[in-house]
């Protein structure tokens, strides 16, 4: 079993930026895929950045794109989301969140295996 725990969230004004922090405990994170959620009280939960094992390939949706970048540290066991050029849509509480199998769907919560219990960013205009 793998426990996730996301770090990093806080207030910042637009235009800025924060860099997350997933620590995980209990097993190693090299074996899993890593992804990053977010989510804002009474819209579904999305997905906004994957990364494979090997950190050679990395994935982002249009909304995010350009301003994200996910890294990971698999001896420190840890995932990170560094977050640029801050806008007030991207407040919600952010997810990290890992993958078992070798699946396709990594825009889908479905997919994953374990989840942190979340880290609020709010971006003030």
């Known amino acids: 079993q793998v426990q996730l725990v996301e770090s990093g969230g806080g207030l910042v004004q637009a235009g800025g930026s924060l860099r997350l922090s997933c620590a995980a405990s209990g097993r190693t994170i090299s074996s899993l895929f890593m992804g990053w959620f977010r989510q804002t009280p009474g819209k579904e939960r999305e997905f906004v950045a994957g990364i494979a094992r090997s950190a050679q390939r990395t994935y982002y949706p249009d909304s995010v794109k350009g301003r994200f970048t996910i890294s990971r540290d698999n001896a420190k066991n840890t995932v990170y989301l560094q977050m640029n050029s801050l806008k007030p849509e991207d407040t919600a509480v952010y997810y990290c969140?890992?993958?078992?199998?070798?699946?396709?769907?990594?825009?889908?919560?479905?997919?994953?295996?374990?989840w942190g219990q979340g880290t609020q960013v709010t971006v003030s205009s």
């Open positions: 969140a890992g993958e078992l199998g070798y699946g396709t769907r990594w825009s889908e919560q479905s997919t994953y295996d374990y």
